[in-house]
């Protein structure tokens, strides 16, 4: 039984000790260097303010990442408001470093994720929640009579996006490839890399 205890004793000391560590340590991005793949390096504690560990106001920023809020180096977190129009759509994509969880403030919308095998689709209204597991194909509809207002929380400072279309039709892959690879008609990926700006 002592054993047991010693083992419980040992993890609440480690998640207290780590959760401490943590609430004290912050490294504020110093954009005078370039990024590494562990985020910007620190800018001196002297020259670190209040302001770099806040926005504004989202509503006209529309995305909180660390090159709006440099205090998010590190952190592992980030925001942005998504408006989307009567009809409207946030088109397939993927966020490859992280994963994303949505809030709907206003409107409804209908939101889903795909694997290789289903689709996990749901119907959100105010107040409802949503996660985008990383790297899986995403999108978000506007399926009510209003404009949607979207919150996003992602699981990095500074989260990449891949749209489907950009890759697929803005770039120089070449279109027998594409017509190989997607059973899409060569004068349908003609017409899509034309009004995407794409060649090949």
Do not use: W
Request: net charge neutral; with cysteine; charged share 15%.
């Amino acid at each position: 039984m002592k054993m047991i205890h010693i083992i419980v004793f040992f993890f609440y000391l480690l998640s207290y000790t780590s959760h401490a560590v943590s609430t004290n340590d912050f490294c504020v991005a110093n954009f005078m260097f370039p990024k590494t793949p562990s985020g910007y390096p620190c800018k001196p504690e002297t020259n670190v303010t209040a302001d770099d560990f806040a926005s504004s106001n989202l509503n006209v920023l529309r995305t909180a990442f660390v090159k709006d809020i440099p205090g998010l180096n590190g952190l592992g977190i980030s925001a942005a408001k998504i408006d989307i129009d009567i009809n409207g759509t946030v088109p397939m994509h993927i966020h490859p470093d992280a994963s994303e969880l949505i809030i709907v403030a206003r409107g409804q919308i209908t939101a889903g994720f795909i694997t290789p095998t289903k689709l996990y689709e749901k119907n959100l209204k105010v107040g409802d929640v949503f996660v985008f597991p990383t790297g899986l194909l995403h999108f978000q509809v506007n399926t009510g009579s209003e404009n949607a207002i979207v919150y996003a929380v992602y699981g990095s400072s500074n989260p990449s996006i891949q749209l489907l279309f950009d890759l697929l039709f803005k770039n120089n892959l070449p279109t027998p490839i594409i017509e190989k690879t997607t059973l899409l008609d060569p004068s349908q990926i003609m017409k899509l890399k034309a009004q995407l700006g794409g060649s090949g």
